[in-house]
């Protein structure tokens, strides 16, 4: 074969594998997003009409044939999504077990299964206004579930065969052990579903991960042991045991089992060297992701490759042995499989890896973009949500980028800047400095190119990502020796492994210091609006080329679509922001309150706490997902945890200027309060108290407070001390519907606003209304909604108070939204006074 043919038979190959990859990549993300609209139903429709395009592209006419085949592909890869990730496909355990709603979210119920992997406690990070019903601790296992027990009648019940993990929440003193089989009676609840703007759909990705819920489980007595029935299970057990022990001794052997919590310091490093994500991995997690660095924590093909090359230079000490080399990258990835938890970046690490070396072994290194291609194909017939995940276009296009750069040294960027810095003698010096200078083109290369996707998942860009890089690669390089090598002494010898933990306590603080040194530099790191995903895909296809140098940047062309890129990328926050003078959006966060009032550029956070510890993240995520992109004001009503509890997550995570408070809340706060008012002073945000009789301004609306009267609230309870506003969407329109805020306030308070107000319901005109004190069923508050006559009323509370039916005299002619049935939902007033609503996941 002649050289020319040789690189275009090359050339047509990469062609079909990265037509195939973009295929499935486009099949993947129509199939969820259609699942997600229109259920099941489509599935079977979509796999037979792949199914009759490929009979068409066999048997059809031959100039059909590329078009068929691709057609087919998208089609074919739509209808195994939606296989895949169907949270209500029949074999699901919550569907099994049925009567599951919004109103009942737990049923108890009885299942048989295997033990995946020992129990084991799990410490939670500690917060500064955490409900006092949040334990500190929870003992937590995993089971692969058998059957379960349905009970067909009152005298009859069978053991009904079921599939998936299921989380264990055992009693603190209950042990488990890998491979135990065991039969387990507690409360289910299913996966959650996406709820809020800015999530995703976990229903799906809990379906394709194969994971079916949690079970609470209250007494030691509930959960009974079973004999192992056969070869196959006690062969399973074995080695599911032995898997565990290795992973148990490893996790000793760096500090991460014991009976106090792990530090950032050993959070950092278990996650690292062993995948681990303890509750204070986030808070690392959150800094490297702020520095642009959090790649160094997910075990990738970067961590793989290194762990290989150091074990072959000490192989190389000993001579030339390539059939040792071959063995030795083999019990390397044989001990990521014990070691490790297979989560997808670290299987699609050892894949790509062993994919690379592979190639490399038959004499196809020429070939690597192709071969990566596939290999990319491969994950997603495996995992096909991740071709909307960061970590996976991240994984492909860098390690994608990496080749093509590799394969083209010398089209690289700066290459005669560093001949002049180096000059002519190249000693030992010099070439470090080459290679350092090397080492950061390529880091910025890999930068740039990411870009796009860290601002559309992330929203958080560091400035100094590339130097960073180069100062970590060699610290982590040193860690991941030490570390490795502690968990080597500690299988042999754990009483030994003890003496040494110096050995990699020490590089781990050089690793945790370097990047907080980094993350305090003023402009290491910004924050950036939410960008669409057709500007993430231009941006990153023009970066690309300009990169690999297949474009020029130099040439008019190319300017101009850079500047066509950057004036589309500074207009994208407006095309997220709603139109009108006023939208109200009361995002679901359980049994708790969160309101985000949105009018032109401006928003405003109106409460943000709840009983649930996801709340804070969760508000990060729905601001920017609604297109706010500073944040002024936050209003806590009263003193009451599930109104402000999670202001130090929306500070660190988002960030915002001033927090006001009611009279009482800063004369009498209690302790959970000061904690949080001292932390929110400490990052420089003000705190100012305001009263009834003051007018805020929020864009084109105007927020009137009614409540409460300093000089009119002593000896009343917390909750009639809440913060009640009006807020008006066209001020210079009195008949113009407005909306009423109004906390957590009961009967006194009520009666107050009934006698200094008594033109409210006029002024409220056909409006909208926040259920006081999330719906609690008071005669004092049916009497308050029959006296303002509310056209829409809003309710956020948690499924205990859903469809109360002690308010089905007020719920007649009205509009009634509950965060506990469908999720988020929005209100918005028009300029001309026209009123709309919906469901946010109806948008």
């Known amino acids: 074969m002649s050289g020319e043919t040789l690189v275009r038979s090359v050339s047509h190959a990469r062609c079909r594998a990265l037509t195939t990859l973009a295929l499935f990549c486009v099949g993947s993300i129509a199939g969820s997003h259609l699942l997600r609209v229109a259920g099941s139903t489509p599935t079977l429709y979509t796999l037979g009409a792949g199914a009759m395009v490929l009979t068409l592209s066999v048997f059809g006419p031959p100039r059909w044939r590329t078009a068929t085949l691709a057609l087919c592909v ?5 209808g195994w999504t939606m296989l895949r990730a169907d949270p209500k496909r029949p074999d699901r355990l919550h569907m099994i077990v049925g009567t599951m709603d919004a109103k009942t979210p737990r049923v108890p119920i009885e299942v048989r299964g295997v033990v995946l992997d020992r129990s084991r406690v799990i410490f939670r990070t500690q917060g500064l206004a955490d409900p006092p019903m949040w ?3 929870s003992n937590r296992a995993e089971l692969r579930v058998r059957s379960v027990l349905i009970h067909e009648s009152s005298t009859r019940s069978q053991w009904v065969q079921a599939s998936g993990t299921l989380r264990l929440v055992l009693p603190s003193e209950l042990g488990l052990r890998a491979g135990d089989r065991v039969e387990v009676l507690g409360n289910f609840s299913p996966p959650g579903d996406r709820r809020n703007p800015g999530e995703p759909d976990w229903s799906q990705w809990s379906a394709q991960q194969g994971r079916v819920g949690t079970m609470v489980i209250d007494d030691a007595t509930h959960v009974r042991r079973r004999v192992d029935a056969g070869l196959w299970d006690r062969a399973q057990g074995l080695y599911l045991r032995l898997r565990s022990f290795v992973r148990h001794r490893a996790q000793v052997s760096i500090g991460l089992v014991g009976s106090d919590p792990p530090d950032h310091v050993t959070a950092m490093r278990s996650g690292l060297l062993l995948g681990e994500r303890e509750p204070r991995f986030d808070d690392v997690y959150t800094r490297f992701q702020r520095v642009g660095v959090a790649h160094v924590l997910a075990i990738s093909g970067f961590h793989l490759a290194l762990v290989v090359l150091m074990l072959a230079i000490g192989v190389r000490l000993f001579g030339d042995h390539p059939r040792l080399e071959a063995l030795v990258v083999i019990l390397v990835l044989l001990g990521v499989v014990l070691l490790i938890p297979l989560r997808p970046p670290i299987v699609r690490a050892a894949i790509i890896v062993g994919a690379m070396l592979l190639a490399t072994r038959f004499g196809r290194r020429y070939d ?7 290999v990319g194909v491969l994950l997603l017939v495996w995992r096909p949500l991740d071709a909307a995940s960061m970590g996976y276009q991240l994984s492909m296009g860098v390690t994608g980028l990496l080749v093509v750069m590799s394969d083209r040294q010398q089209r690289t960027l700066l290459d005669r800047q560093i001949s ?4 002519a003698d190249r000693g030992r010096a010099a070439r470090i400095l080459q290679w350092a200078w090397s080492l950061l083109k390529m880091n910025i290369a890999c930068w740039a190119v990411a870009l796009p996707v860290i601002m559309y998942h992330a929203g958080v860009v560091g400035v100094l990502a590339p130097v960073v890089s180069v100062l970590l690669v060699p610290m982590v390089a040193v860690l991941m020796a030490m570390g490795y090598a502690q968990v080597v002494v500690g299988m042999l010898a754990p009483t030994l492994a003890q003496r040494t933990m110096w050995l990699v306590d020490i590089p781990s603080a050089w690793v945790l210091d370097t990047v907080s040194w980094v993350e305090a530099i003023p402009f290491a790191w910004v924050r950036v609006p939410a960008v669409d ?16 140098r297949v474009i020029s940047w130099k040439k008019p062309i190319a300017i101009a679509a850079c500047m066509l890129i950057t004036l589309w990328g500074i207009a994208q926050p407006t095309l997220h922001r709603p139109n009108e003078p006023l939208r109200a959006t009361m995002l679901d966060v359980g049994d708790g309150s969160c309101i985000v009032l949105q009018s032109g550029n401006e928003a405003m956070v109106w409460d943000c706490g709840s009983l649930d510890r996801r709340v804070g993240n969760m508000t990060c995520n729905a601001l920017r997902a609604m297109g706010v992109t500073r944040l002024r004001d936050v209003i806590v009503t009263h003193d009451n945890l599930d109104h402000y509890n999670a202001l130090p997550d929306l500070a660190q995570g988002f960030g915002f200027d001033r927090v006001l408070i009611s009279p009482r809340l800063d004369q009498d706060g209690s302790p959970a309060w000061d904690r949080v008012r001292d932390d929110l002073e400490r990052r420089g945000i003000t705190v100012r108290v305001v009263s009834a009789g003051q007018r805020l301004l929020l864009g084109e609306a105007t927020i009137d407070l009614l409540w409460p009267d300093p000089d009119a609230i002593e000896g009343f309870d917390d909750n009639d001390t809440s913060i009640v506003a009006l807020v008006d969407p066209s001020p210079a329109e009195d008949d113009d519907p407005k909306l009423l805020l ?10 107050q606003l009934r006698a200094r107000y008594r033109q409210l319901p006029e002024m409220l005109g056909d409006g909208i209304i926040e259920l006081p ?12 909604i029959d006296w303002l006559a509310p056209r829409i009323i809003m309710q956020s509370t948690g499924p205990t108070r859903l469809d109360d039916d002690r308010w089905d005299g007020q719920r007649p002619g009205r509009v009634w939204y509950t965060t506990a049935e469908h999720g988020a939902f929005w209100v918005s007033v028009g300029r001309d006074g026209t009123v709309t609503h919906g469901w946010w996941n109806d948008e």
Do not use: N
């Open 74 to 78: 998208l089609l074919l890869t739509c």
């Open 135 to 137: 334990p500190d601790a």
């Open 368 to 374: 690597r973009i192709t071969i990566l291609a596939w």
């Open 420 to 423: 002049m810095m180096v000059g």
């Open 533 to 548: 995903v057709w500007w993430t895909i231009a941006s990153t296809l023009l970066i690309t080329l300009i990169v690999t």
């Open 742 to 751: 109004t906390g957590d306030i009961e009967a006194d308070a009520m009666q």
């Open 773 to 784: 004190h999330h719906g609690s069923a008071r005669k004092a508050a049916y009497a308050f």
